[in-house]
């Protein structure tokens, strides 16, 4: 491995800037509460840290809509607090990556307000404008991607439409225009000249879209179409990011991972193969589809294990050698991760995120833990509509309602999926609002903080935070999780999730129960002769096994993780 491919070693930790730790008590988290908590992550094991927007914006999408690229937003703090952020960390051995939207900004930003003006000015094309159908229609049948409505807009000073794939205050960029790509270009090289490490790339995938604006033929009669239909892996995305790669990143020791929306495998090796120069990873969203339903993600569909097991397995194999994998169970727009892959009750919360973590973790890639995940944090239930903030899940249930669906299935939905889920704030004590501020927060606590919070997790018996500490120690230590192969093994068992790593004359057999009730695992014969060392389990007492060694009886969620050494 050389030095520019210092990633493969990284832990990221994603902190959400609104709601990790706010210093100044006014409700909002800031950079300096993220420089209190700097010798948290520190005894935590990551090296890396990636914040989501910190830019000033008017927060229509937490910060996504992007009024001015170039500056701090007032309620994070100034660019001293930043610089001294990323000062602090790099101290610490902690690397700074940030989160670019660049696939659409906000209707705030200058080169909006100019480019809705006229149809003849420097900045008319640096958004994507086409004019009505003929009956004034909006110019094809896309719907935006947070439930609203039709992702057009109308300006009546162009007598034209601009795209907006998210909400209507984020106009999409237009990638068309080259004095555009330069604009982003240099602001990425503003922000890596100051220090920062690399870029999460918001939506990368979307940035190019089909030129002929075609209508989505899948959607019913005055139904709203897909816009993943002409905007997901363009013809010109990769052209677009070897462009980038070339202008700016070729020129820094960058870690660099595109959020790849509706990017099947054989695609999103096209971005992460080193000899296409374009990125290091992709974020894939195969395994966040697993429980989808009628309505897309909002829906109460328990996933299968065997759907889980195909993609993640399909990832590791097919990247294997020729790309690279992040790792990731859930972030700031998915459920917590113990609530909709283990078992958030009490008696088992604690198995299941370690036992979740185990399975994850092991596999090749890069790791990607969101603030919380550390003490096993879970989805919140609000008890109306009114208590959530996130603007997909305001309009989804607008949008069910004017469906008619019943309001206690509407709100099942929204517990489920919500992004709210994971916005929730940080829960550092048992105090009023949980030590995460003096005053009351943006966005109510989750009401179990008293009983899941940092503090009380860190001096439990068993303690998730520790068992992160020693998994991640583990990865860093020994060369065979970064660099074995992988292989499945009992594909068809539907309480077991397991593989092997190999490298050299080494391997590690790894598993998980997806059961609450205990479970019979048959060891492979391949492996059954060797001697075999348990190197992490979130069990105290040793497995059941049978005399032979080649049985054993899982208690719930238990995880184990076997070093064999090959004689």
């Given at each position: ?12 930790y994603q902190i959400?800037?609104q ?6 008590n ?5 950079i ?5 908590k700097?010798?948290?992550?520190k ?5 890396v ?5 910190i830019?000033?914006s008017p927060?229509?999408?937490n910060?996504?809509?992007i009024?001015d ?11 001293n ?9 790099h ?18 930003h ?36 947070f439930g609203s409505g ?7 000073e162009r ?5 907006h794939?998210?909400?209507v ?12 790509r330069?604009?982003?270009y ?8 100051k220090?920062?490490?690399?870029f ?11 030129q002929?604006f ?7 009669d ?16 990769h052209?677009f990011l070897q ?5 700016v ?5 960058v ?11 054989d ?6 193969q080193p000899?296409?120069?374009?990125l290091?990873m992709?974020f894939?969203?195969d395994h966040?589809h ?6 897309g993600r ?7 294990l ?7 397995f399909?990832?590791?194999k097919?990247l ?10 859930d ?12 078992n958030?009750?009490?008696k088992?919360?604690?198995r299941s ?9 092991f596999?090749?890639?890069?790791p990607?833990?969101?603030q919380?995940?550390?003490i ?19 309009n989804?249930y607008?949008?069910?309602s ?7 299935d509407?709100m ?6 919500s992004r709210?889920?994971?916005r929730t704030?940080m829960?550092w004590?048992s105090?009023e ?7 009351k927060?943006?966005?109510d ?24 500490k020693k ?12 660099d074995g192969?992988f ?10 999730l397991s593989?092997?790593r190999?490298?050299?004359n ?9 059961s609450?009730?205990k ?5 492979p014969?391949?492996?059954?002769n ?8 979130n ?7 049978n ?14 993780v076997f070093?064999?050494r090959h004689?």
């Open positions: 491995m050389n030095k520019n491919e210092w990633w493969k070693e990284a832990v990221v959400y800037p709601s990790f730790k706010d210093s100044n006014d409700g909002i988290g800031d300096n509460g993220i420089r209190e700097l010798s948290y992550l005894d935590l094991g990551i090296n840290i990636w914040l989501n927007p830019y000033e927060m229509v999408d910060g996504y809509d009024s690229y170039y500056k701090i937003n007032d309620i994070y703090g100034s660019m607090d930043f610089e001294m952020l990323l000062k602090e960390s101290e610490l051995g902690i690397k700074i990556i940030m989160d670019l939207a660049v696939c659409a900004s906000s209707i705030e200058k080169w909006f307000k100019e480019s809705k003006k006229s149809r003849n000015n420097e900045y008319s094309d640096y958004y994507i404008w086409r004019d009505p159908k003929e009956d004034g229609s909006a110019p094809n049948n896309w719907g935006s991607i039709s992702a057009w807009e109308y300006v009546k007598n034209q439409y601009y795209l794939l998210f909400a205050e984020q106009p999409d960029l237009n990638w068309e225009n080259q004095e555009l330069k604009e982003i240099e602001n990425m090289k503003f922000w890596l000249d220090g920062v490490d690399g999460r790339l918001d939506s990368i995938s979307l940035i190019s879209k089909n002929d075609p209508d989505d033929p899948m959607a019913g005055n139904e709203f179409g897909s816009p993943y239909y002409g905007a997901s892996n363009g013809s010109r995305v052209e462009e980038m790669y070339k202008n990143l070729s020129k820094y020791e870690m660099t991972v595109g959020e790849a929306t509706r990017t099947p495998v695609k999103a090796i096209l971005y992460c000899e296409r120069e374009e290091n992709v894939q969203f966040m697993v429980d989808y339903g009628k309505y909002y829906s109460d569909l328990k996933f299968k065997s759907d889980l097991k195909k993609t993640m399909q990832w590791q097919s294997n050698g020729v790309g690279w994998n992040s790792l990731y169970w972030n700031h727009d998915q459920p917590r991760f113990v609530s909709r892959f283990g958030d009750q009490p088992y919360r604690k995120a370690t036992m979740l973590a185990t399975v994850l973790y596999q090749q890639g890069t990607f833990i969101y919380g995940d550390e096993g944090m879970t989805n919140v239930s609000f008890p109306t509509i009114d208590f959530y903030r996130d603007i997909e899940a305001q989804m607008q949008k069910f004017k469906m008619g669906l019943d309001n206690k509407i099942n939905y929204i517990h489920n999926k709210d889920n994971a704030p829960q004590n105090e609002f949980s030590g995460f501020s003096c005053a927060p943006w966005i606590l989750n009401p179990n903080y008293n009983k899941i919070n940092v503090e009380c997790d860190r001096t439990s018996r068993f303690s998730i935070f520790n068992f992160y998994l991640i120690n583990y990865r860093k230590c020994n060369k065979i999780v970064r192969d292989k499945e093994i009992h594909f068809a068992d539907s309480d077991v593989y092997t190999n490298y050299e080494e391997t590690l057999l790894v598993l998980g129960s997806f609450q009730e479970v019979c695992y048959n060891i014969k391949c492996l059954q060797y001697k075999k060392e348990i190197v992490l389990s069990y105290d007492s040793d497995t059941e096994q005399n032979d060694g080649s049985t054993l009886y899982l208690r719930p969620y238990e995880s184990l070093y064999i004689e």
